[in-house]
């Protein structure tokens, strides 16, 4: 299993707008793409005294899972346009993790 990680910043103004657009369009989006292996997908909010920070943790079988979805150069951060306008700064790149342990309650 591979975690693929990615941050992104915005300004307090816009963080309810992007929020919103990552529940509403972005998200549905992926999941409407059926991508083999692609298995899950958390959104984390954190509120700052001047910025937020959203997180997002995908998680996918396998490398080739993850290159379905990102393409060939799958480190390469896949942000919408739509989502670019209302962030302030993101990650270029996203962080792959091999998963070593995973539990549920």
């Known amino acids: 299993m591979i ?3 990615w941050h992104g910043w915005t300004t307090t103004r816009n963080a309810d707008a992007y ?3 990552l529940k509403s369009e972005v998200i549905p989006g992926i999941g409407s793409r059926k991508v083999a292996g692609c298995r899950s997908i958390e ?3 954190r509120d700052n005294a001047d910025e937020v920070e959203f997180v997002t943790v995908m998680m996918f079988d396998s490398l080739d ?3 379905a979805f990102a ?3 799958y480190e ?3 942000v919408p346009a739509k989502a670019r306008a209302l962030l302030s700064r993101l990650d ?3 962080a792959h993790f091999e998963v070593k342990a995973q539990l549920r309650f």
């Open 92 to 94: 270029l790149k996203s």
């Open 43 to 45: 959104l984390f909010r």
């Open 71 to 73: 393409g060939p150069d």
């Open 19 to 21: 929020e919103a657009l």
């Open 3 to 5: 975690a693929r990680l």
């Open 76 to 78: 390469t951060a896949v």
């Open 65 to 67: 899972s993850v290159r």
